[in-house]
C-alpha cells in the first residue's frame, strides 16, 4: 500500500510525498519549497529516491537543487520539453518509471497547456497532475494553449473515474464558487461547496479528489453538458460550436471575471 501525504508550502502548494508504511525510502512531486520536505523527511527519517516534476514553474521546482544536494542519490525526474533544474529523467508521453524503494511504478502522460510541456503521473490509482487539473478547476493557460489544455483534460476525463486526482493547489473553495456562476442549479456542487467549507474549516485538505466526482462538478470537464454549453453562450454573446470553444470561453470568463 503506498501512503501519500501533502506537505504544505508557500500559501496552498501541496508536495506529495510517497512512501510505503514502515520503508525507508521516499519520493516527493513538485517540491517547490526544500524547507518543509526536509523537515518532513528527517523527522520520520526517510531518504529521499525520487523527485518528480511536473512543470517548470518555481512553485514545483524551487526545491530541487536543495533537495538533490542532501540526497544526491535521489534520480530527478519530468517533462522533457520544459528546463527543469538538475533534471536527470527527461519524460515523454508513454514512458514509465518504477521507484524500487517506494515500490511504485508510474506512467507519464503528457497534458500540456497550463505549459507547453506539462506531464502527469499515473499510477497506483492516483494521478499527480500539477497545474492541470485542479478540484474543480483546472490550470490557468500560461505557455500553452486552450486547445492544448482542453484535450489534456479530456483525456485525464477518460481515466478511471475512481482515479485519485492528486493536484498542486488547494483552490477547491475558490474553484467552487466559479463553477456555481456556471451552474447555479446543479445540486453535486452546491453538495461539494459545503463539504469543502466544513473541511476546510478544520483547517484539512480538499485534495486528492476522485475523477468521478471532478467529472460531475468540475466545469472545465463538462463543456460538453447542455447547462455549461448555454452558460459558455451567455457569457460569449454568441452560439459555441464545439467543447474546446466552450472551455476556452468559460476558461476566459474565469480568467476575467472571476479571478
Ligand atoms: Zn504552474
Ligand atoms: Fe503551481
Redesign the pocket.
Known amino acids: 500500500m503506498l501512503e501519500i501525504n501533502p506537505i504544505s508550502a508557500f500559501s496552498d502548494?501541496y508536495i506529495w510525498l510517497l512512501r510505503r508504511p514502515g520503508g525507508a525510502f521516499a519520493a516527493v512531486v513538485d517540491p517547490g519549497d526544500a524547507v518543509p520536505v526536509i523537515q518532513r523527511l528527517r523527522q520520520d527519517g526517510l531518504s529521499l529516491e525520487a523527485i518528480m516534476i511536473t512543470h517548470k514553474?518555481g512553485?514545483?521546482v524551487g526545491g530541487v537543487k536543495e533537495l538533490k544536494r542532501i540526497w544526491p542519490e535521489a534520480v530527478v525526474y519530468g517533462p522533457a520539453g520544459e528546463p527543469i533544474p538538475a533534471l536527470e529523467r527527461a519524460l515523454t508521453d508513454g514512458d514509465q518509471i518504477k521507484l524500487d524503494g517506494v515500490a511504485a511504478e508510474f506512467l507519464v502522460l503528457d497534458v500540456p497547456g497550463h505549459t507547453e510541456g506539462h506531464i502527469a503521473y499515473l499510477g497506483q490509482d492516483a494521478l499527480f497532475c500539477g497545474?492541470t487539473l485542479f478540484a474543480a478547476g483546472c490550470g490557468r493557460v500560461f505557455s500553452g494553449t486552450h486547445e492544448q489544455l482542453h484535450r489534456s483534460l479530456q483525456r485525464i476525463a477518460a481515466l478511471p473515474p475512481e482515479t485519485r486526482i492528486y493536484c498542486?493547489?488547494e483552490y477547491t473553495l475558490d474553484n467552487l464558487g466559479f463553477a456555481a456562476w456556471v451552474e447555479p442549479k446543479n445540486k453535486d456542487i452546491a453538495q461539494r461547496r459545503r463539504e469543502a467549507e466544513e473541511t476546510r474549516a478544520g483547517d484539512r485538505p480538499t485534495v486528492p479528489s476522485r475523477l468521478g466526482l471532478e467529472l460531475r462538478t468540475n466545469p472545465f470537464l463538462r463543456s460538453g453538458e447542455p447547462a455549461v454549453v448555454a452558460a459558455a453562450e451567455r457569457y460569449a454573446g454568441r452560439g459555441l460550436q464545439s467543447s474546446a470553444a466552450v472551455f476556452k470561453a468559460i476558461r476566459t470568463w474565469k480568467d476575467r471575471e472571476y479571478d
Do not use: E
Open positions: 502548494n514553474h512553485d514545483h497545474d498542486a493547489h
